[in-house]
């Protein structure tokens, strides 16, 4: 029939510019500088999440690749980590806050 089962994802075609392979080039060459001097790396990780959830798989003809619709966004969550390499100092879940508040209060 041609139909095959696949992975829905969408494509970043920004991701891996020689611009931004320079600028992760400059932040890993800062963070070695850091490491080597002994300062405390507080390493902050945030994950954001909406409902309903897009499906991760679906039906699509061989050749072609699955749109992905976008549905009318619910409410936005944020779960935001901060840690050095020894332990966790805090975890927060949020509702509908920016990247940079939530550091902020943190």
């Not at 920004?14 to 611009?19: A, D, G, K, R």
Request: proline letters at 4%; hydrophobic letters at 30%.
């Amino acid at each position: 029939m041609g139909y095959s089962y696949k992975k829905i994802r969408s494509v970043n075609e920004e991701t891996n510019t020689p611009v931004n392979k320079e600028k992760r080039r400059h932040v890993a060459k800062n963070l070695i500088e850091c490491l080597n001097k002994n300062y405390l790396i507080i390493f902050t990780d945030e994950m954001s999440f909406n409902f309903p959830l897009l499906p991760g798989y679906g039906w699509r003809k061989s050749t072609k690749r699955i749109p992905v619709t976008q549905k009318q966004k619910s409410v936005n969550y944020s779960v935001v980590c901060e840690i050095t390499n020894h332990k966790v100092l805090g975890t927060r879940l949020s509702r509908n806050l920016s990247m940079q508040k939530i550091t902020l209060d943190f």
